[in-house]
């Protein structure tokens, strides 16, 4: 009986069941990256807003128009920098092991990220425009992590832990309202890390 | 066991043609490049595959154009699906 065979079989029916319906090549790295990148954009924003007050005031801050400025532009560019840190160690492994990065897996899991995100995105935006700045944070914990689970039935069954850890941590920060750079920390900065190094040990072997 | 070693489907020995199966039962579709890529195959060897799953009725052809370059894409039929899913329990309760 050529049972090795079979066991070969099972094991290439499931892996060209993976390969052709997900994305794999999602780099531990790039979390790593994001997460340090988003500390160090909390840490200027930290800066703006605390800078003139003192630490008492702590939680009941309010926000000129300029300092809302500069907080949107510290958000803008913290995330430029970490997608684009993503996608370049993304690349780098999928060169590595000669994947395709742009196929038809890549743009499903990239559109079914982008649709809660975006409209996550343009939430908070608008609700930053009203003034209610506390929620800010929340609400993007909370849209960033529907956002991933939403896109991790197209990738790394891990991703989809990740976005209900921070879908947790949002609604944890609604509650704690006034600690929101804590709890982005936590989120965008603490978990990406752990999680990309939790990555790079588990698949990098 | 005569049973099932008759459930096991010749049409899904080669492992070409079984890659190609798996990979179009958890897929809408898929066109001919993205498989050649995913196999890792030659034009002729995939083409001559997908040929013989088709004359089994087992996948479905359709052709289009994309930017007027002509586009093949290729989707499992309902009857492939059941034949491979076959296949599979058979593999699995042999290994038993």
């Not at chain 1, 840490?43 to 939680?59: L, M, R, V």
């Not at chain 2, 070409?16 to 039962?25: D, E, P, T, Y």
């Not at chain 2, 195959?41 to 997908?50: E, K």
Request: charge should be positive; charged fraction near 20%.
């Amino acid at each position: 009986m050529n049972q090795q065979k079979y066991i070969e079989d099972l094991k290439d029916i499931k892996e060209m069941m993976n390969k052709s319906s997900k994305f794999i090549s999602l780099s531990g790295l790039s979390g790593i990256s994001a997460g340090i990148i988003a500390l160090a954009g909390a840490y200027f924003a930290w800066e703006t807003i605390y800078s003139k007050t003192g630490y008492q005031d702590f939680n009941r801050t309010l926000l000129s128009f300029d300092q809302l400025i500069q907080l949107l532009a510290i958000g803008f560019i913290t995330l430029i920098l970490a997608v684009g840190f993503g996608i370049f160690f993304t690349r780098l492994k999928a060169k590595k092991s000669k994947e395709n990065i742009w196929d038809s897996q890549t743009k499903t899991l990239v559109i079914n990220l982008l649709i809660p995100l975006i409209s996550g995105g343009v939430f908070c935006l608008l609700i930053l425009l009203k003034g209610y700045v506390g929620l800010v944070a929340p609400l993007t914990l909370l849209f960033y992590g529907l956002a991933l689970v939403n896109a991790s039935k197209y990738t790394l069954t891990e991703v989809r832990s990740l976005g209900i850890l921070q879908i947790i941590l949002g609604l944890t920060a609604t509650f704690f309202i006034g600690y929101g750079l804590i709890f982005w920390c936590i989120g965008f900065g603490l978990l990406h890390i752990i999680y990309g190094v939790i990555m790079e040990i588990k698949y990098t072997s | 066991m005569k049973d099932i070693l008759k459930d096991l489907n010749k049409a899904f020995e080669n492992r070409i043609r079984l890659g190609i199966m798996s990979a179009l039962v958890v897929n809408d579709y898929l066109d001919f490049n993205a498989l050649k890529n995913l196999l890792g195959v030659t034009d002729g060897n995939l083409a001559s595959h997908l040929k013989s799953l088709e004359k089994n009725e087992y996948i479905r052809i359709q052709k289009e154009f994309l930017d007027r370059k002509p586009n093949t894409k290729y989707s499992c039929t309902n009857e492939g699906k059941a034949a491979f899913l076959k296949h599979i329990k058979a593999i699995e309760q042999l290994l038993k």
